[in-house]
């Protein structure tokens, strides 16, 4: 499955944004999809996850309350809703899927097999 992120841009702090991810050649049932950044010198890092069949979610803590992941069964799409944002969250975001991600790993770049290409999010002070 090949994955489309979208929805980056530039921002000023306190502003929001809203990313897409959506699946070509497959839909997300029975996938958890993720959503990963990566900002310059920095590791990749999980920022939320959402399993499609359940809707249950997961995510880091610094974007706990500011972000909001979730999922349009008719757009076969998953969002990323990023409010509140700071110039730390100024990153790289990608969406990440697979079908064998188990709860326990949610969290690891590694259980992700397929990814989309990155789009920029670029928050200013």
């Known amino acids: 499955v090949q994955l489309q992120a979208s929805g980056g841009g530039l921002v000023q702090a306190g502003g929001s944004l809203r990313l897409s991810c959506a699946p070509s050649?497959?839909?997300?049932?029975?996938?958890?999809v993720g959503w990963f950044r990566q900002a310059p010198g920095k590791e990749r890092e999980f920022v939320a996850g959402?399993?499609?069949?359940?809707?249950?979610?997961s995510y880091e803590d610094s974007v706990k309350g500011r972000f909001t992941i979730s999922k349009n069964n008719d757009k076969n799409t998953v969002y990323l809703q990023m409010n509140s944002l700071k110039p730390e969250d100024t990153a790289v975001y990608y969406c990440a899927a697979d079908r064998n991600v188990i709860l326990s790993s949610i969290r690891n770049t590694r259980a992700y097999d397929y990814w989309g290409q990155g789009t920029q999010v670029t928050v200013s002070s």
């Open positions: 050649g497959d839909t997300f049932r029975g996938y958890v």
């Open positions: 959402i399993r499609w069949n359940s809707g249950l979610t």
